[in-house]
Structure formats: C-alpha cells, structure tokens
C-alpha cells in the first residue's frame, strides 16, 4: 500500500510537470514548504509545514502523499488544513506533514505542488539528514543490555479505587457486626434514647420548689433570689396549668387573669400574698422577716396543692364471666348449690 501511494503521487508530479504553463513566476498560487529539523536520527520525526497562497474563492488542489514521501522516508500523520484570511483579497492554507526514517541518508525530498485551474506550482526542494547513532569505533564489540523498566511515580489517584473498596468492605462488616449484636440482644437496629413523658405541671411545680427550700437563699442573705425562684417557678405552673402566659405579665395582671377562672377564684389570695411580697422585695428592695420568707414559700406550695388538675382513673368494666363468678361465690358462701 505504501509503494503504491507513492506510485500515485509520483504519477500525479509528472503529469503536473507536463501540463503547459507550469512557470512558477506566471501563477497567482503558491506552495512553501519548512520544517522544524533538517538533521534527525533514525526513528526520529520530523514536522513539514506547508502554506498554500491563493485569491480568495479560487479552487485550489495540493495531493499530499499518504504514506510515502519518497523511497526511505515515510508519512506518519497530515493534519487538516487551516485558512486564514491575509491582504489583498488573498489567504493562506496552512498544512503539516509529520515524518520520520529508517534509514540513514542524506534525502533531497521532492517538491508540494499545487493545482490551480489547470495552473501547477510546484515549492521549492528541501533537504532531510537522517543519521544512524554513533559507534564507538574503539571497541566495535561492544554491546549494551536493555535497560531496565522506570518504575513510575507514586500517584494516590492510582490508589483511589483499592482504598475506597477496603473503607467500604469495612464498613459492611462493622454494620454486619453491629446487627448481629443488636439481634442477640433483641435490642432495636436503631438505637434511640427513650423520651420521658413529661411532669404533669403541679409535680414539676413542687419538684422545683423542693429545689428552692433546700437551697437556703434568703438565710444566705439572697432574698431577691429567693422570691424570685419562687414567682419564676408559679408563672412557669400557671402557663401550663391555665394556658396563661404569665412570665410576660405583670403580678396584677396575672391575677386579673385567674380572677375569670372559677376553679381559681378560691386560690387567687393565696397567690396574692406570694406575688405582692416578691414585688416589694425585687423592686423596692424590702427585707421580709423570717416567718415571712417561710410563709412565702407555704403559700407556693398550698397554691400549687389547691389548683393541681386530678386525674381520675375510670375502672375497668367488669365483665359478665367476673359477674357470674362473684354470684357462684355468694351462692356457695350461703351453702346453696354451685349453678
């Protein structure tokens, strides 16, 4: 195949040749050629940049060799054309050929031509030096071993799969570990902290007054504090007992609240004589005596005791066997026959 594309070309050249006018100094169109090397090794490659100088809109044709250039040297690669525009309605078709030669030789390559109209021109005649390694002259024998295969630079990328396979095998067997424990246990897959129901208001209410009578604020001097754990804990009662925001009202107006409530109405002075004393001793820094301070706090625990919401459990419907059994047992405790 190689032979026979450079028959072609060579055809192709000759015919060019013959064809009349074929002066390059009377045609518009023309061929350049240059390369990066004119000297290269055997197995080296060498770049051949042809340009194409035409009018604009003409139709022009340059065959470029597919496979040989010439005997010795060969056709690796043709990239595709590239036009550009240049001045005087003219442009350049700029192309390149990548070759290379087995063969040490000194090359004399053949000339592009180009076809315009029926016109050829041809480009000028280029040289190629393609030289064999050097020899030591000195020790013709003397041969070297291949070298040795590079061992490539350590890349993580390289890695990537082989370490996300690995953290993934063991994270199934740790989730495999952990199933198995939980299933011996006959504990839930899902491990969650149970949530306690909450305190119903009056046992919240007394828990944190147990808390208050056990610190001992007002013997240590902390009367403020002392009243106001004891108003805090109340109003944080009353809005959830009553639904009433009292952290945001004013004593009044927590009572004028409860006033409406009748099942309050009774504990509504209890509650006063709490919130009036805790207003003088955080605002007008009033010191109360020490009955005072323990009746304060009586007073928190009868209000909560006096409006607690009881529960009342319904009893269980006794069914009609419990029945008929309770009237066996009257009858057999009277002496009378067991029906």
């Not at 050829?120 to 030096?129: D, M, R, V, W």
């Not at 625990?301 to 009342?312: D, G, I, N, P, R």
């Amino acid at each position: 195949m190689r032979l026979n594309g450079h028959i072609l070309y060579c055809v192709l050249l000759s015919a060019a040749m013959l064809m009349p006018g074929t002066k390059a100094g009377a045609l518009e169109s023309r061929i350049d050629v240059r390369t990066d090397t004119a000297d290269i090794l055997i197995g080296e490659q060498t770049t051949l940049y042809l340009t194409v100088t035409a009018d604009r809109g003409k139709t022009v044709y340059w065959p470029l060799p597919a496979d040989m250039l010439m005997a010795g040297v060969e056709v690796l690669s043709t990239s595709k054309p590239d036009t550009v525009e240049i001045d005087n309605n003219r442009i350049e078709i700029r192309q390149s050929v990548t070759v290379t030669s087995f063969d040490s030789a000194l090359y004399l390559l053949p000339p592009f031509m180009v076809i315009d109209n029926g016109d050829t021109t041809y480009s000028e005649q280029i040289a190629l030096k393609v030289s064999t390694l050097p020899v030591n002259t000195d020790a013709p024998n003397e041969f070297f071993d291949i070298k040795e295969v590079w061992k490539p630079n350590f890349v993580w990328a390289d890695y990537y799969p082989i370490i996300w396979t690995v953290l993934l095998l063991l994270i199934l067997i740790a989730a495999i570990i952990y199933i198995v424990k939980r299933l011996k246990s006959s504990k839930s897959l899902i491990p969650f902290k149970k949530m306690e129901p909450p305190l119903p208001p009056h046992d919240e209410a007394v828990r944190r007054l147990d808390v208050i009578r056990q610190q001992k604020l007002w013997q240590q001097g902390k009367n403020k504090e002392y009243y106001t754990q004891i108003t805090d804990t109340l109003r944080c009662y009353i809005l959830r007992r009553y639904g009433v925001n009292a952290q945001e009202m004013t004593s009044n107006e927590i009572l004028e609240a409860l006033k409406h409530e009748d099942e309050t109405r009774s504990a509504c002075e209890t509650l006063r004589q709490i919130l009036m004393p805790a207003d003088l001793v955080k605002f007008a820094k009033f010191r109360p005596l020490s009955d005072e301070n323990d009746l304060v706090l009586k007073n928190a625990y009868l209000y909560v005791s006096q409006t607690k919401q009881v529960e009342f459990v319904k009893p269980a419907e006794e069914s009609p066997t419990q029945v008929a059994g309770e009237e066996k047992n009257i009858v057999n405790s009277e002496g009378g026959d067991t029906i």
